[in-house]
């Protein structure tokens, strides 16, 4: 099973939005809405973000939204704040797995 | 609040064995569904592998490369996952977290470190 295909890097200037997109296959976002996303600051564990594609745990900012279409997956951050500045991972239930992480986005806030 | 504690983690020579412990508390532990993920240093994370909770049957998944190397169980009584490692390579060394979830991973435990090399 292959990792999910995410960008390197993102960056935006505060209080911007940006998106950051997750592909994989049918064989995984395309046939299950069980994405979910983590958020990690350097020497830190993961944290829960989002799960089921758009659904946000007790918690987590409004400013933390997630969409998916077809084979992508999307996790939006509006109003970016410096403390977004993060690594962030995606994961999705895979028919062969059965799970998959994605490859990583480290996001920058200029 | 869920708490999640891993230990058991330290420096193994290629071809060594290892045990990883996770203490869990602040959740029904027995109806939990436990997995393992790791992280590489500097690289992504990769799920392990799971152990469904005994009422759901307490089976487990593994990812490819670690299938007929690592195994997972449970110890209800003491709300302990163990993480039971063999044949090690070099590229097993990682943060090896412990989480909860089904679908997806809620809690996150600390991590422990897991070095393989001679």
């Known amino acids: 099973q292959s990792a999910l295909t995410q960008p390197a890097s993102v960056s935006g200037s505060p209080g911007q939005s940006i998106t950051i997109s997750c592909t994989g296959t049918s064989s995984d976002v395309g046939s299950y809405n069980l994405v979910s996303w983590y958020q990690q600051h350097p020497g830190k564990a993961p944290k829960f973000m989002i799960y089921e594609v758009s659904k946000r745990p007790s918690g987590v900012s409004n400013r933390f939204s997630g969409s998916k279409s077809g084979n992508t997956a999307s996790l939006t951050i509006s109003g970016l704040q410096a403390e977004d500045e993060a690594d962030y991972y995606c994961?999705?239930?895979?028919?062969?797995?059965?799970?998959?992480f994605g490859t990583g986005t480290k996001v920058t806030v200029l | 609040e869920v708490q999640l504690v891993e230990s058991g983690g330290g420096l193994v020579e290629p071809g060594g064995s290892l045990r990883l412990s996770c203490a869990a508390s602040g959740l029904t532990f027995s109806n939990a569904w436990m997995s393992w993920v790791r992280q590489a240093p500097g690289k992504g994370l990769e799920w392990v592998g799971r152990?469904?909770?005994?009422?759901?049957?307490?089976?487990?998944d593994y990812a490819a490369p670690v299938k007929g190397k690592f195994t997972i169980s449970r110890d209800d009584s003491s709300n302990t996952l163990y993480l039971h490692m063999n044949s090690l390579k070099i590229e097993d060394t990682a943060v090896y977290y412990c989480?909860?979830?089904?679908?997806?991973?809620?809690?996150w435990g600390q991590g422990t470190l897991v070095t393989v090399s001679s």
């Open positions: 989480t909860t979830g089904a679908g997806d991973f809620d809690n």
């Open positions: 994961c999705s239930y895979a028919s062969s797995s059965p799970f998959v």
């Open positions: 152990i469904k909770s005994k009422i759901d049957g307490g089976t487990t």
